[in-house]
């Protein structure tokens, strides 16, 4: 199934997977490299949506005011992110090597799942504290802190963001193309996770890519309703329902 979109995007369904690209190769050698990028760049947003899940998934045992230490070192967070990434994209990151994906996939994969843990590392005296119920690590805190650290040390811009009704935090504020994808995924028939929008921009020599994420029972204790009740952060709930577009993961990465 093929669509256009505004400004000569073309969305195509495959299989169930959405894909949007822009193609400027002019050669199947750029093609294939044009490839394996677009692929690093889904493998990468989804290791980092991997890695928000792993933490939401714990936030009953962090925010746990009768227990001190919790266990949930960066160690146990990296076994469960494993277990998930595998069970999920069927890659196994403790063998990266071994992987049949793109080369230069394995080093950005290795180092984000490192920043992963060095920021669950430096949550460590606050989530054992014993009497507090708010902890502060939530998947959005998580990511923005992981995605920091990820994007100085590889110079790959790395993400989360939300239509504007959903956005909390300024600085995920969607640009033009972050917009236009979202806008792609929230219009199709079917919600599927295993969507991606991706686009070559020839005059920043660069492959963007976009990972949507929707709502699970899971998010709704901050996010659903009622809208306008306050979360365990104090933030007013948005009022989301099961299945609805929350925003997305972006990533931009740059062609050879």
């Not at 430096?122 to 902890?135: E, L, T």
């Not at 660069?206 to 699970?216: A, D, G, Q, T």
Request: a neutral charge; proline letters at 7%; hydrophobic letters at 35%.
């Amino acid at each position: 199934m093929r669509r256009t979109w505004p400004g000569g995007l073309t969305v195509c369904v495959w299989g169930g997977i959405l894909a949007c690209a822009c193609v400027v190769s002019d050669g199947e050698a750029q093609a294939n490299s044009e490839k394996d990028i677009v692929e690093t760049g889904r493998l990468v947003a989804t290791l980092f949506d991997a890695s928000r899940v792993t933490v939401g998934l714990n936030q009953g045992l962090l925010n746990d005011p009768s227990k001190g230490n919790k266990g949930f070192t960066p160690e146990v967070f990296e076994t469960q992110l494993v277990e998930l990434y595998k069970e999920r994209m069927g890659i196994d990151l403790s063998d990266l090597q071994q992987a049949t994906i793109p080369e230069i996939a394995k080093p950005l994969l290795t180092r984000l799942l490192e920043e992963s843990k060095k920021t669950i590392a430096s949550y460590q005296p606050v989530i054992n504290m014993k009497g507090i119920k708010y902890k502060g690590l939530i998947p959005a805190t998580f990511g923005t802190e992981t995605a920091k650290r990820f994007q100085n040390w590889s110079q790959v811009y790395l993400k989360q963001t939300a239509p504007d009704h959903f956005l909390r935090n300024p600085k995920n504020k969607a640009d033009a193309f972050e917009k236009n994808a979202m806008q792609s995924f929230a219009t199709m028939d079917t919600h599927n996770p295993q969507a991606l929008f991706s686009q070559t921009i020839p005059e920043e020599n660069s492959v963007r890519v976009m990972l949507p994420l929707y709502y699970e029972p899971a998010c709704l204790g901050c996010h659903g309703g009622p809208k306008g009740q306050r979360d365990i952060s104090g933030y007013p709930k948005e009022g989301g329902k099961v299945g609805e577009l929350a925003g997305a993961i972006s990533v931009k990465l740059p062609l050879p």
